[in-house]
């Protein structure tokens, strides 16, 4: 049965580290693909909304991201949902489209670590594979104990969306943390300053 990893996430803006993560997943996890679900609204990040860029340019960048990789598919799915998106509700859709498929959500420790408080988090436990990649300064959660959660032991590019869009606004250099496409793309747009 066909593996699908789900890389939800803002993705503001996409970068190198989302890019190796879902490499390391493909290949560890013997995935058959890697779909990056861009969520226009995270149920979690409603107060900072200011600093999120307009879901059609993190789209388009996301699709620059992942053009040369067949593996890594962008997806647009949760664009006509609900806001804020829930997890649970976005895999429900998605099994519609993809039926008898075998699910696996991927995420950062970070995110991990207040899984808890996904909506229905205990039935995606029950249902689903939860692949953790770690994040500096997190620890594991009590969650751990689920058989469905595998913590990735592999070397992962440390950088969040966060410092980029510092860097950007400071004018640093990018291409350590993102591909070519996506910072012409920016600097075309005037995006992130």
């Known amino acids: 049965m066909e593996k699908i990893g789900l890389f939800f996430g803002s993705f503001n803006p996409v970068h190198k580290g989302h890019i190796n993560i879902a490499k390391y997943v493909l ?3 013997k995935l058959n693909k890697v779909l990056f679900i861009l969520s226009p609204l995270n149920p979690f990040k ?7 860029l307009d879901v059609d340019h993190r789209y388009e960048i996301l699709k620059l991201a992942t053009k040369k990789y067949k593996k890594m598919i962008p997806s647009d799915i949760e664009f006509g949902m609900k ?9 429900a859709k998605l099994e519609n489209i ?17 899984f ?13 594979k939860l692949l953790v990649y770690p994040r500096s300064g997190e620890k594991n959660s009590f969650l751990i104990k689920y058989n469905s959660v595998t913590l990735l032991r592999g070397s992962f590019f440390n950088i969040s969306s966060d410092k980029i869009r510092r860097k950007i606004k400071s004018g640093d250099s990018l291409e350590k943390y993102i591909s070519k496409d996506t910072i012409t793309y920016i600097k075309n747009n005037n995006l992130y300053i």
Do not use: A, C, H, V
């Open 27 to 29: 290949s560890d996890q």
């Open 46 to 52: 409603i107060g900072s909304k200011n600093s999120l």
């Open 83 to 91: 806001k804020p998106n829930y997890t649970f509700d976005t895999i």
């Open 98 to 114: 993809y039926p008898k498929k075998n699910f696996y959500l991927i995420m950062g420790s970070d995110n991990f670590k207040y």
């Open 116 to 128: 808890n408080k996904w909506k229905n988090y205990e039935k995606i436990l029950e249902k689903y």
